[in-house]
């Protein structure tokens, strides 16, 4: 097995925040640049994933802190969804991805790493990308850096509003 160092990777595993991480993301307006927050909605808003599966994941997360989807108001649901569909329009237009990834993981049996608030990610893709190599060599490559990307998609759902 080949091991690549990642010591970005280390805050991940070292950090236990207080308290729900999506919340206070929700409540910290003034650090929406830091955290990359791509846009604010009504009922949700979308965030860069700081540990993403591939360059431009990002994430879709309600305001309202639920651990399932059964108890969101249909209204907030309507808009995640909405907000998935443009985000899915944004990763091919802007980073010009082939395919996206879209799902949530419901609880920490489903692989959930914030199981306490539900969020969407959605994951660009490209032809040949090297993404599922860690599940036949143990790496996981990610190839851009994190602001060029944030500020590129930031920009692209600012148009929406």
């Not at 993404?131 to 600012?158: C, Q």
């Amino acid at each position: 097995m080949q091991h690549l160092c990642a010591p970005w990777r280390s805050e991940y595993f070292n950090s236990k925040p207080t308290g729900c991480v999506f919340c206070s993301i929700k409540d910290n307006l003034d650090d929406d640049m830091q955290n990359g927050v791509l846009f604010r909605a009504k009922f949700c808003y979308g965030i860069m994933n700081r540990f993403p599966y591939s360059p431009g994941h990002f994430m879709i997360i309600p305001f309202s802190h639920f651990d399932n989807i059964e108890s969101l108001d249909d209204e907030v649901w309507q808009e995640m969804s909405h907000y998935v569909k443009r985000g899915v329009k944004v990763l091919k237009d802007e980073l010009k991805a082939d395919g996206v990834n879209i799902g949530m993981n419901l609880g920490k049996a489903a692989g959930a790493g914030i199981a306490e608030h539900v969020h969407y990610h959605l994951v660009p893709r490209w032809e040949r990308d090297t993404n599922f190599i860690t599940t036949i060599a143990d790496v996981r490559v990610n190839g851009a850096p994190f602001y060029p990307l944030f500020e590129k998609l930031k920009r692209a759902f600012s148009e929406f509003s």
